[in-house]
T-cell receptor
Framework: QQPVQSPQAVILREGEDAVINCSSSKALYSVHWYRQKHGEAPVFLMILLKGGEQKGHEKISASFNEKKQQSSLYLTASQLSYSGTYFC????????????FGTGTSLTVIP | GAVVSQHPSRVICKSGTSVKIECRSLDFQATTMFWYRQFPKKSLMLMATSNEGSKATYEQGVEKDKFLINHASLTLSTLTVTSAHPEDSSFYICSGTGRTNYGYTFGSGTRLTVV
């Protein structure tokens, strides 16, 4: 049930861009994105509810391809504060209301 | 914004004892509460889903008699780790939703160490 994220880890220099992918083996009702700093709870970034929907705020945006059961998170002009572990979270169709987190992507932004 | 208060934040207990973790939604009604555990450098693994007033739905491999979940009201859910063993040491975190389309609100987590 757990969605698979790629890459597992990425290191960026400040100002560079990154894409994090989330793939599910099951049909998705929605995709959420979270960022977790070490020792802290995950922080909600955004939710995508419809296929093909793209949302974003500031320099972080995401897309949701319902047909491919995939979502991607786009980070542009990365800042040091973007460092952390990113998780997608998924609600799957016809599995009740369980909410599963992806495998996670560790992102490190260096000066 | 929506807040879930989770406590204790850290607890150390002896093997064989039970520990209760509480999660309270402070400014919304959490119709559903999820309980996760997270090992170092790993993802959050769903343990169980509880809907207010109903029995919790446990994920495969999670012992319901060991991890007792109670969601008796729309603002309170508890996880009790019974007869704790060192391998139960982990970071436990709850998440509540009231279907506001603002994602799921997480508690701050509980670091459990069983000695």
């Amino acid at each position: 049930q757990q969605p698979v994220q790629s890459p597992q880890a990425v290191i960026l220099r400040e100002g560079e861009d990154a894409v994090i992918n989330c793939s599910s083996s099951k049909a998705l009702y929605s995709v959420h994105w979270y960022r977790q700093k070490h020792g802290e709870a995950p922080v909600f970034l955004m939710i995508l509810l419809k296929g093909g929907e793209q949302k974003g705020h500031e320099k972080i945006s995401a897309s949701f391809n319902e047909k491919k059961q995939q979502s991607s998170l786009y980070l542009t002009a990365s800042q040091l504060s973007y460092s952390g572990t990113y998780f997608c979270g998924t609600e799957m169709v016809n599995t009740g209301n369980q909410f599963y987190f992806g495998t996670g992507t560790s992102l490190t932004v260096i000066p | 914004g929506a807040v879930v208060s989770q406590h204790p934040s850290r607890v150390i207990c002896k093997s064989g004892t039970s520990v209760k973790i509480e999660c309270r939604s402070l400014d919304f009604q959490a119709t559903t509460m999820f309980w996760y555990r997270q090992f170092p450098k790993k993802s959050l693994m769903l343990m169980a889903t509880s809907n207010e007033g109903s029995k919790a739905t446990y994920e495969q491999g999670v012992e319901k008699d060991k991890f007792l979940i109670n969601h008796a009201s729309l603002t309170l859910s508890t996880l009790t780790v019974t007869s704790a063993h060192p391998e139960d040491s982990s970071f436990y975190i709850c998440s509540g939703t009231g279907r506001t389309n603002y994602g799921y609100t997480f508690g701050s987590g509980t670091r459990l160490t069983v000695v």
